[in-house]
């Protein structure tokens, strides 16, 4: 075999130290550059946020976010001491899709979901943040907020990442900035086998490889380890979570109903997935839940006048316009977003301890229940089944597609799924061109001016079949 002479490489260390560095003299040079830095300038934001929310909270809002922000802060709080006490020592594990919020924590990680860290960006840190990746080579025409993941690994602005996890799913370019960024900072790493069959061979599988993953971790991490302590707060985690979801479905049941009682904004709103494991998090969601039952029960309504069309909407939105809002003007209600209150994940597993009927055996098999029913990681033909059943539930108009440039979900089985949907349901779609973060190539005004004519076309011709339908 012959021996390629390969070029001597700095190490992850001194790669962090030198962009630290770089940063601190080319953008901020008043600026602190280290891993506190993205805490930081969160706690600033929510200390602003709470306040203004608690004094004077914006028209229509619901009180829970007081509620979440404050979770927010907190959670922030904490970040920020580990970072002052530990450095790049916390432990941090950068997880796939849906692993890793309860597992985590249970082991002494720190579990960052660098995806909804990108959310939570302003338009200029989003900025600073794709240009400083692309000058390391990143494509500018994958998903932005992968581009913005990227730079959150190796930017030093968070204390660095220790562990990397992997799964398929159709997140792949998530995976693969995922592996890069471990690459340059010196991760460890682990990839997940995760079948597409639902069934208890497919979650023993899935078991073992927990096993073997928190054997790596324990081995080559500092500060992490699985025993039956971890165990216990594991067990205690998942029943937090599961509270959690209990009034998740039940605002997706309420928003079933008509007038829609919840905002698109609302429904959009993910669940703050690092905080899935506080008290918190069940708190946020109960406070919703009876705020939104109390508006509708009164007949009360985000929409601007009666409610004349409802759109599912899916994959993702462009972050710093409301597309929502515009709509709710024009009497189309948003009831429901694919992740958020469209999810189906908050019908199945992990409730009382099942998986499609099956009594699960300890709490890694509940792990690996969660990862074989994560809705990005299984087939198209599952995300069809899915989508379609919750525009059933909702009495679905029109879905509309948010196709994120570079997305293989939403450029790939979006079509397949719409087509479907339409031939099965009659219900249309519109395909609709959009940047999350990169407000250089996201045209707002094209965007409205599209979703208002879809709507409005889709809007006479739902009332003309009806008219219809009245007649015969
Ligand atoms: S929009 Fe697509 S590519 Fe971007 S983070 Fe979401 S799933 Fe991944």
Redesign the pocket.
């Known amino acids: 075999m012959k021996n390629y002479p390969t070029a001597e490489r700095s190490t992850p260390q001194e790669r962090l130290a030198r962009s630290r560095a770089e940063r601190q003299s080319i953008d901020q040079p008043d600026e602190v550059i280290d891993g506190g830095w993205f805490w930081r300038r969160l706690q600033k934001k929510y200390a602003r946020r709470v306040q203004k929310i608690a004094s004077n909270p914006r028209e229509g809002m619901l009180g829970s976010n007081l509620v979440l922000y404050q979770a927010m802060a907190k959670y922030v709080d904490e970040e920020l001491r580990a970072w002052e006490e530990l450095g790049d020592d916390v432990p941090v594990w950068s997880p796939g899709a849906a692993l890793g919020y309860r597992l985590g924590p249970a082991m002494g990680f720190h579990t960052y979901p660098l995806?909804s860290f990108t959310d939570l960006m302003t338009p200029d840190e989003a900025r600073w943040s794709m240009d400083y990746v692309r000058r390391l080579g990143f494509p500018s025409d994958i998903?932005d907020?992968?581009q913005n993941i990227g730079a959150l690994m190796v930017s030093g602005r968070l204390p660095r990442i220790s562990l990397v996890t992997l799964e398929f799913n159709?997140?792949s370019?998530?995976a693969q900035a995922n592996l890069w960024a471990a690459r340059e900072v010196g991760a460890q790493i682990y990839t997940f086998d995760v079948p597409f069959e639902q069934d208890m061979q497919a979650v023993r599988y899935v078991e073992e490889q927990l096993r073997e993953m928190i054997d790596l971790a324990v081995k080559n991490i500092p500060g992490v380890k699985y025993d039956r302590e971890s165990e216990a707060r594991l067990v205690q985690y998942q029943e937090i979570y599961r509270q959690g979801m209990h009034w998740q479905r039940k605002i997706a049941k309420l928003a079933a109903r008509k007038p829609c009682p919840i905002s698109g904004r609302d429904a959009l709103r993910m669940p703050a997935r690092q905080l899935c494991w506080q008290q918190s998090f069940v708190d946020y969601f109960r406070e919703s839940y009876l705020e939104l039952e109390k508006r509708s029960a009164q007949g009360e309504s985000p929409l601007n006048g009666p409610e004349k069309f409802r759109v599912l909407w899916t994959?993702?939105a462009p972050f710093y316009s409301d597309p929502f809002d515009y709509l709710e003007k024009r009497g189309c209600a948003v009831p429901a977003y694919e992740e958020g209150t469209g999810c189906a994940t908050y019908y199945v597993p992990g409730e009382g301890k099942q998986f499609f009927g099956h009594e699960l055996e300890n709490p890694l098999q509940e792990e690996a229940a969660t990862l074989l029913w994560d809705h990005w990681a299984g087939t198209a033909e599952r995300r069809i089944w899915e989508v379609a059943m919750r525009c059933r539930q909702l009495d679905i108009d029109g879905i509309v597609h948010f196709e994120?440039g570079?997305?293989?979900?939403?450029n790939g089985s979006a079509r397949v799924m719409g087509e479907r949907i339409e031939s099965e349901l009659g219900i249309p779609s519109l395909y609709i061109r959009g940047w999350?973060q990169d407000l250089e190539k996201h045209d707002e005004q094209a965007f409205q001016a599209q979703l208002g004519e879809w709507v409005e076309i889709s809007t006479r011709q739902k009332e003309a079949k009806e008219q219809e339908r009245g007649q015969e």
Do not use: K, S
């Open positions: 995806d998903c907020r992968i159709d997140c370019q998530g994959a993702t994120q570079g997305c293989v979900a939403c999350c």
